[in-house]
């Protein structure tokens, strides 16, 4: 079990992380450095694409959060790219679809953005 | 809360594994018991509830009890559902570890419970600073 993550810029100054593979208590101090990466570089604005996520726990849930407060300190956001259902249901009942942006594409994900 | 379905009696079978507490073994214990769910009547989305309800609960024994070596999962299969039962024998699980609630603030930490709780028909806790924490949860099968 594995989590791949790619990071790429895009438009202005945004990120888009992709995410593929699993985020569970194993792999997600690699999502959290990636994240944690940007944000100490400065790069406020992001979507991480969770299209390919198969799986998410509450630690990968965690990161999120973690990520989502540190850009809110300094204006940014947040925004999650998420199609897997089993996946849109654990944020939908930990309240988390309340918190973050949650869309169906990264074009949709991306305007939000700005 | 309800009360467990698979009483010993109508137990089917009892599938038990053991676990090194690190988090890289958890994914063979929540895949382990989606195999088990698999042989029952669950849906796609019940084996996926179950798997990461008891991905939580080790997860919590890794994250909350310190010292302890192994995680515990035994599974019984019944003819109404399954009943996994996680259990640590770490010399001091904390209680506040496994506290429940939702994620109405970007807080982290805390998730896990509430996710258990959320996705499994019924919970129990034992939690004794001597012998570890003992979890045991029921998905009840929909016919």
Not at chain 2, 8 to 26: D, F, M, Y
Not at chain 2, 67 to 92: A, K, M, N
Not at chain 2, 93 to 102: C, F, H, M, Q
Request: aromatic share 4%; charged share 25%.
């Amino acid at each position: 079990m594995d989590i791949k993550v790619d990071v790429r810029e895009s438009k202005g100054d945004s990120y888009v992380v992709d995410l593929n593979g699993e985020i569970d208590v194993y792999t997600s101090p690699k999502v959290k450095d990636a994240i944690g990466e940007l944000i100490d570089k400065g790069h406020y604005n992001l979507v991480i694409n969770l299209e390919k996520v198969r799986y998410i726990d509450s630690t990968g849930l965690g990161v999120l959060i973690g990520g989502l407060k540190r850009v809110r300190e300094h204006g940014g956001t947040v925004n999650l790219v998420c199609t897997n259902p089993q996946i849109k249901k654990i944020f939908d009942i930990t309240g988390l679809v309340k918190i973050f942006g949650i869309y169906d594409d990264e074009d949709a994900a991306m305007q939000a953005l700005v | 809360m309800n009360q467990p379905v698979v009483h010993p009696q109508g137990t089917l079978g009892v599938v038990e594994l053991r676990i090194p507490s690190k988090a890289e073994w958890v994914a063979v214990a929540r895949l382990a018991v989606a195999a088990v769910a698999n042989r029952l009547n669950f849906s796609i989305e019940d084996i996926e509830d179950v798997k990461l309800a008891v991905a939580e609960a080790c997860t919590n024994c890794i994250q909350h009890a310190e010292g302890s070596g192994q995680i515990q999962i035994t599974c019984e299969t019944g003819p109404d559902g399954l009943t996994v039962r996680v259990c640590d024998f770490g010399g001091s699980a904390r209680p506040e570890g496994i506290r429940s609630r939702r994620a109405d603030e970007p807080t982290v930490g805390g998730l896990g419970v509430f996710l258990i709780r959320s996705l499994m028909d019924s919970v129990e806790y034992d939690v004794n600073p001597d012998r570890g924490t003992n979890l045991v949860m029921t998905k009840k099968v929909a016919h």
